[in-house]
């Protein structure tokens, strides 16, 4: 039994708390809740309880069969029946106002038929069997799919198993999640009657998970009153001061967004520009951010002005003119149309200012793409329709660059990676605290990948989690990356917009670094990391390969670990050579002692050193040792040819050196780049090395792979 239906035969079924209830009660529930006491009406007929339902229903989609959702309220009606919520009412007004929020947004009608649904298998008599002998397979899966795991069986793992379970379902079918977030909607709207722990319990879950789930699948409406929600909870004196703000600014006289929008209407009517400009008042939390962002709110602050137009050409000619005829404010423009956010929203934003100075934000998209920003999944229907095939125009080259996260919107890029990573979490907890985390990261950067794709990442991403969001457990093999066309260390921090070509070894024996985890952010890639680290403990002699593979080729020497000796302050220790910047003798080197005794070595100029000096962590004294052995990564730049490849790994060979890895880039204006790892018997020898790379045809350039620069 969910936690707020209620036994009337249990003691006290109408708490004193629900004269603390939060807001006011809805006025539409009040009237479901009595039409639902009357029963059901005749047979075949539209009970009224769902008549409000019906109408936002077929609002949307005019020509829906109501017949299921008839059915759907009946069977839900007569199981919930003597139930009561902890409020008092009846306990079907709960899934009646759940499937109402979703008939509002525009969900399809097998999504509204299993959230009538939602709570019979979980609370009453009623099971998945019958749910799909009178429902179908569909529905049956989707009421599963949002169905709680039990205590009795689960323990305290049961919320993170039913988390766990409820996000593989949506997998699957992203209908899952929809009805989710609308029960969780309506569960916080209601949370009043709850022990105040228990409210702070939820809101808590809300605001780590289910908000940033509705970020992602892009519902913001409900994340926004969501958000309004679990502030009024957790924060309950932010949320007085900003309510205290609004009603101020409410009750002034003058209204700079009105007038703003009043003038902007003039200037698309003149250009005979079709559009709607509407005033949108800013949520609390969007207040109270704005409000710490700026210190003082002015009267433009408190909303943003929508302008809606019929064809995606429109958004660009109604930037023109507010662009030409007010002032914008260049730096606040954003063009989410050509370069779309991870989750489904469309939308052009820029800002205007008035001439004392105040600022409006303006947001422009069509019909269509409002629908999508307010509802996201919701709004796509019936996801297993067949795709309307976009016409030729309509493919063109923004179209054509694929688009990962948006090419299927039913299993977006993020979700997949997240289903991925959670198979690998070991335990609920693991699972629980990762997800937490996963969630809280802003999915805020797009990336570029040179075919064109995209891949979304939390701010704050290195190439290494670019690598692993790509592929997998295959990215162990990637020994290098480059951003925006050149080459950097796979521990470089990605920014917005960044092209990111990742370089693939050929060896399927590669290995990741350690120090890989100290850059890696996203769960997807440490995961992974550990995993292979724990799957393969590192043997006690100094063995670590940098970014590469480490086995050597047919006939070359054996390969051996370069030569860094034992540390000078801690004998005995086991030396790593650091991957992002291979260090050679007779780099200047430090070390820094990691987990498990072991000293990774980096050259000091290294990037990482930098951060790790700042970070407070302490440096251990290192020092060349006698062996001359050492590996390095080479980078041979030349003009296309054929038989070029060939050639350069006979000259390598011919100097009797081991190549431990090669990759080779595709051209790009006949110019090639190839990547070599390299295990040299004597590190002295790697001028004479060079030299000979150099004479081989075609070749003009060789180089070393450097280290960043210090700079954070
Ligand atoms: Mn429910």
Known sequence: MSAEATNPATPGPITPAAQRRR???????????????????????????IAHVAEAHRAHHPDADLDPLRRAYVLAESSHRGQMRKSGEPYITHPLAVTLILAELGAETTTLTASLLHDTVEDTEVTLDQVRAEFGEEVRYLVDGVTKLEKVD???????????????????????????????????????????????????????????????????????????????????EEYARTRELVLENSSRADDPLAE??????????????????????????????????????????????????NEDADCYGVLGELHTCLTPVVSEFKDFIAVPKFNLYQSLHTAVARSDGQVAEVL?????????????????????????????????????????????????????????????????????????EDLAQDREITVFRPDGGTLGLPAGASCIDAAYAQYGEDAHACIGARVNGRLARLSTVLSDGDTVQLLMGQDPASEPSREWLEHAHTPVARIAITRWLAAHPA???????????????????????????????????????????????????????????????????????????????????????????????????????????????EAIALEGVAIVSATVEPPSQQRVRHTYTLELPDAAHLPALMRAMRDVPGVFDVSRAQPQSATP
């Open 23 to 49: 807001g006011r009660p809805r006025i539409d529930l009040r009237r479901l809740g009595r039409a639902a006491l009357l029963g059901p009406a005749a047979r075949d007929r539209l009970p009224d309880a």
């Open 539 to 649: 043997p006690a002699a100094p063995s670590e390969a940098p970014a590469a593979t480490r086995r050597p080729a047919a006939d070359g020497p054996a390969a051996r670990p370069a030569a860094a000796d034992v540390v000078v302050d801690r004998p005995g220790a086991t030396v790593r050579l650091a991957g992002c910047c291979t260090p050679v003798p007779p780099d200047a080197i430090t070390g820094f002692p990691v987990r498990g005794g072991v000293v990774t070595v980096h050259r000091v100029e290294c990037a990482a050193v930098g951060r790790m000096k700042e970070a407070g962590r302490a440096e251990a004294g290192v020092r060349w040792g006698d062996t001359g052995e050492c590996r390095v990564t080479l980078y041979a730049e030349s003009f296309g040819r054929p038989h070029l490849l060939a050639d350069l790994t």
């Open 154 to 236: 689960y323990g305290a793992a049961a919320e993170p198993e039913t988390f766990r379970k409820m996000l593989v379902a949506t997998g699957s079918d992203v209908r899952v999640m929809s009805i989710k977030l609308a029960d969780r909607l309506h569960n916080m709207r209601t949370l009043g009657v709850m022990r105040p722990e228990k409210q702070e319990r939820i809101a808590k879950v809300t605001k780590d998970v289910l908000i940033p789930l509705a970020e992602r699948l892009g519902v913001q409406a409900l994340k926004t009153e969501l958000e309004d929600l679990v502030f009024a909870i957790l924060r309950p």
């Open 260 to 309: 703003i929008a009043e003038e902007v209407r003039g200037v698309l009517r003149e250009a005979g520009l079709q559009a709607e400009v509407q005033i949108r008042p800013r949520h609390f939390v969007s207040v109270h951010r704005v409000s710490r962002k700026r210190g003082e709110m002015r009267g433009a602050d408190f909303g943003r002005l929508l302008v809606l137009v």
């Open 364 to 436: 422009i998209r069509t019909h269509q793409m409002h629908k999508v920003a307010e509802a996201g999944v919701i709004a796509l229907g019936n996801p297993y329709a067949a795709p309307e095939a976009p016409s030729a125009e309509e493919q063109g080259d923004g179209a054509r660059a694929a688009d990962e996260e948006r090419a299927d919107p039913t299993r977006p890029g993020w979700l997949s990676r997240l289903l991925d990573w959670q198979e690998a979490a070991p335990d609920p907890d693991t699972f629980w605290s990762t997800l937490r």
